[in-house]
């Protein structure tokens, strides 16, 4: 069984509130401010901003093995405690400021929201990822998601190869991921910090995405 629980949405300020202020209010993280607009980039952004995100998962040994049998495919003995254990995954809150383009794909996104975490009530979520992940017939896209999510907050970032390249950079002394889509519409870099994740992106170049995200404050 999964459930989720959360929503984002466009923030509606009062009188005496700024865009800004009204979206971190929603998400309880500071807004980050952009030094200086990329050429091309210009205007006032418009703020979104999501309360936490939480999605709640039980699993059930019995409907593992059915769904295993209906696949032609024997499951195996899953780890003692498993079998009616809880997880929950939760995302957020966070906030982000786009600037618009008019191609329709956003000029520019900087983003700034709490890191993914994961919860279990039974065997330590580290446990269940392992056996959920070994598992056939799951999805590839599905298994790093799994795999890349822990309970200390880091950032899960499965990326498809065929959509997209990596690479490494510095932003403010520490690690940063790179990504560019393989159309050269979009890059962008994320990294976390102190359980926060930020995140630039846009139709810029990798200089671009950079200089803003090092120039964020």
């Not at 936490?52 to 019995?62: E, W």
């Not at 899953?78 to 009616?84: E, T, W």
Request: aromatic fraction near 4%.
């Amino acid at each position: 069984m999964l459930t989720a629980i959360g929503a984002t949405s466009s923030v509606r300020k009062t009188s005496s509130q700024s865009p800004a202020a009204a979206a971190e209010q929603v998400a309880g993280v500071d807004a980050p401010r952009v030094d200086e607009l990329p050429t091309g980039v210009t205007g006032e952004p418009t703020y979104l901003a999501s309360g936490q995100v939480v999605a709640d998962f039980t699993f059930s040994a019995a409907k593992a093995a059915q769904a295993a049998v209906a696949a032609g495919e024997t499951l195996p003995a899953a780890p003692a405690g498993l079998d009616g254990s809880t997880f929950r995954l939760a995302a957020g809150p966070g906030l982000a400021e786009v600037w618009q383009s008019s191609s329709g794909v956003p000029a520019l996104v900087v983003a700034r929201v709490t890191a993914p975490t994961a919860y279990s009530d039974g065997v330590p979520f580290e446990t269940a990822r392992e056996y959920l992940t070994s598992l056939q017939g799951v999805p590839d896209q599905l298994a790093a998601q799994l795999a890349a999510f822990t309970s200390e907050g880091t950032l899960p970032l499965p990326v498809p190869a065929e959509l997209a390249t990596t690479d490494t950079a510095e932003v403010d002394g520490h690690d940063a991921t790179v990504l560019a889509s393989r159309d050269g519409l979009m890059t962008g870099v994320v990294w976390v910090e102190d359980g926060i994740v930020t995140g630039v992106a846009g139709s810029l170049t990798e200089d671009e995405v950079l200089d803003v995200a090092r120039g964020l404050s």
